[in-house]
Structure formats: C-alpha cells, structure tokens
C-alpha cells in the first residue's frame, strides 16, 4: 500500500513535469515558422550535399520542416539571409568578412542583418586538369581557359584575386561545379579551379572518367597569396583524398560557417545548432568534410556575431567562443 502510495505520487509528479515542459515548449515555438529554407550552392559542390543532410537533420531532431534552395554560393546566400529571402545560408568566413564589412564582392553595402549559427568546415582551395594537358602547377594556367564555379560562389569569388596575385594571365569561366567538370572532359576548359570541403563531389567526377593531375600552390606561391588576401589561412588536403592522389596538397582555405537571419527566434537557433552539433556521426555518413563540424571550430569565426539562440549552445558545452564574435 506504502508503495503503491509512492508509486502515485511519483507518477503524479512525473505527469506535472511533463505538462509543465511540454507547456514551455509550446511556449517555446510559438513564434517559430512554419517552415525554413538553408541556402546551399551549385550540383557538384559540397555546399548543395552537406546542405541537403544538414536540412534533413535540422527537419528530423528541431522538429520544424527544412528546405534547401540552389543559390550561387555564398555570396548571394549572404545577400539572401541579409534581407530576409532565406532564413538559413551558408558561407566562408572570407565571403562573409566582405559582405560584413561591405568591402570586395559587397561594394560598399554592409550585409549585417546576419548571424553565425555553427561551424561547417574547412574549405581548401586546389584545381584539376587532364594528364593530356601537360598542366601541373599554377603557372601552367598561363593563358589557359580556366573553370572556377558560379561567379558568387567562394571560388569565383577568390580565385581571380588569386590570379591577379600570383601574375597569372587565363580566361576566367563560370559556372555550375558539375558543369565546369563536363567542360574539362570535353576540352572547352583547360582546368577547373574549385574550393570546397574535401573530397568535392565533381573532382571525383572527372577523376573516374579520365587519368588527371591534381595541383594547389607553391610555399612561395602561398606567402604571396596571404599577403595580397590575409583573410586565407595555410592548410593541406591529405594524400588519398581522391583516389589518384598520393601525397599532400599544400594549399589556402576558409573555413564555413551556416548563418541565419538575425530576426530566426533564440529557442530556434538553439534547436538547429544542437541537431548539427551533437549529430556529427549522421552529418559524416552524408559528406565526409563533416568531421569538422564540431562544437571546438565554433571558435575559428572571430568577426561574424553569433546568433543569441546559438551562443547559449557552444555557452552550455563550455565552447569559449572568440569576444569578437560576441
């Protein structure tokens, strides 16, 4: 009977806690939307698949309905999150450092209605050519016609600024990352120049088609590019990323970040970054450059101010999250 007694007393308990939680988050979401959309990039590019687990994600464990868009790139997911056109974007923290300051791409229009949300990974720069070509380094592309992504992508966006730099001269195309891979295969391009999480969907294309040569940069070419463009940071693509490849690519990257309007409720942004955060294992199983989406990288942003809902996250995992990103 005591027992009984408790056993009641406990469930009552239980019941109260339940109404009482399932009231606040009901409380919670009332000023959630019905739906969101995650601005991605191009077919062929990590963005359109990392996008496509991450909103699947986002769907199953915040419990609200995400959707992806083929943007540009990071440029115009800037733009499109900036004025309230998507809700979600993706973008390298160089893209996002113009459009913050309203310098380079952004021509003077500050794109601050923004906010970080979480860290993606990293985005190494590096480019493909056929063996038939002969071409093997960057100064090869000397007068060459060049494939480099969507113009508002990261790699359209740097890459001519990494020409100028180094004092290569090539005809500069644009287009979609498996578009520019068509074109390499039927000889319109004499390269394609990318910058993506590793591997990229489209490099791996081409290499099982064809025999190809994978090339990046020079030390020396390096320290030039770093002193004309501060923003890059020195990283590596390790041997055996693409099947061909048997020694490290020393190489530039930036690292990405997803954003969110800056308007998107706390308690959302909380939910989204936890279900990419603390679901790694899944975020891995779509694209391998996942393994970098960690809570620890949430400290590589030093400038783009982190949505409240997401400060509370990395704040409660004991992320120390860089005072200028605050």
Not at 239 to 267: C, E, H, V, W
């Amino acid at each position: 009977m005591k027992f009984t007694r408790l056993l009641t007393q406990g469930s009552v308990a239980a019941v109260a806690a339940l109404a009482m939680s399932t009231a606040a988050l009901a409380q919670d979401r009332s000023d959630w939307p019905r739906g969101l959309t995650l601005g991605t990039a191009s077919v062929g590019g990590v963005y359109f698949v990392y996008g496509g687990v991450a909103a699947n994600i986002m769907s199953e464990k915040a419990g609200i309905n995400v959707s992806t868009q083929q943007t540009q790139g990071p440029n115009q997911n800037m733009i499109l999150v900036d004025g309230g056109n998507l809700e979600l974007g993706m973008v390298t923290m160089g893209v996002a450092l113009n459009g913050w300051n309203g310098t380079g791409w952004a021509n003077g229009k500050q794109h601050q209605n923004v906010r970080a949300l979480f860290p993606m990974y990293d985005t190494p720069f590096a480019c493909v050519a056929t063996e038939r070509s002969g071409i093997k380094t960057f100064t090869d592309l000397n007068g060459k016609n060049v494939g480099v992504g969507p113009r508002a992508g990261t790699p359209g966006t740097y890459f001519p600024m990494i020409f100028d730099a180094l004092g290569v001269k090539a005809t500069i195309r644009n287009g979609g990352a498996s578009d520019m891979a068509s074109q390499l295969g039927d000889g319109l391009i004499d390269a394609f120049c990318f910058a993506a999480g590793q591997p990229i969907p489209s490099f791996s294309e081409i290499e099982a088609q064809r025999p190809v040569t994978f090339f990046a940069f020079s030390d020396d070419e390096i320290a030039k590019i770093r002193e004309a463009i501060p923003e890059v940071a020195v990283t590596v693509i390790p041997a055996g990323t693409y099947r061909t490849q048997t020694a490290d690519m020393n190489t530039i990257g930036l690292f990405n970040f997803a954003i969110a309007q800056k308007d998107l409720p706390d308690s959302l942004a909380y939910e989204l970054t936890k279900a990419i955060m603390e679901n790694n294992e899944a975020m891995v199983q779509g694209h391998a450059a996942a393994r970098e989406s960690l809570p620890e990288n949430a400290i590589k942003n030093n400038f783009l101010t982190f949505h409240p809902g997401a400060v509370k996250y990395f704040q409660e995992k004991g992320v120390a999250l860089d005072p200028g990103a605050m």
